[in-house]
């Protein structure tokens, strides 16, 4: 049995590094995702090719209504494409 304080400190550690991973997976990803959308060409192969963009788009769709909306419209018609490229791919 490891001495009290230390098990404390081992939890801590495990929660923090539960939370890094959340923040990760719901706020940098789908930043990431947003900012390679607008920014990279239309059908930019990797994010067309990316196997969690679609689940993360949802997510960084939310995020898109903090931006201006020339920016806001740049990236939807590009998650459009996106979109239709990635049906066709499942289909």
Do not use: H
């Not at 930043?31 to 990279?40: R, V």
């Amino acid at each position: 049995q490891p001495f009290f304080p230390l098990r404390v400190s081992m939890s801590v550690t495990r929660s923090s590094m539960v939370g890094a991973v959340f923040c990760f997976i719901y706020f940098f990803l789908p930043m990431l995702l947003m900012g390679l959308t607008t920014f990279l060409k239309n059908n930019a192969p990797i994010i067309k090719a990316s196997l969690f963009a679609p689940y993360i788009t949802s997510v960084s769709e939310m995020m898109s209504r903090t931006i201006s909306e020339d920016m806001k419209k740049k990236y939807k018609e590009k998650v459009d494409s996106f979109r239709k490229a990635w049906e066709e791919k499942n289909k």
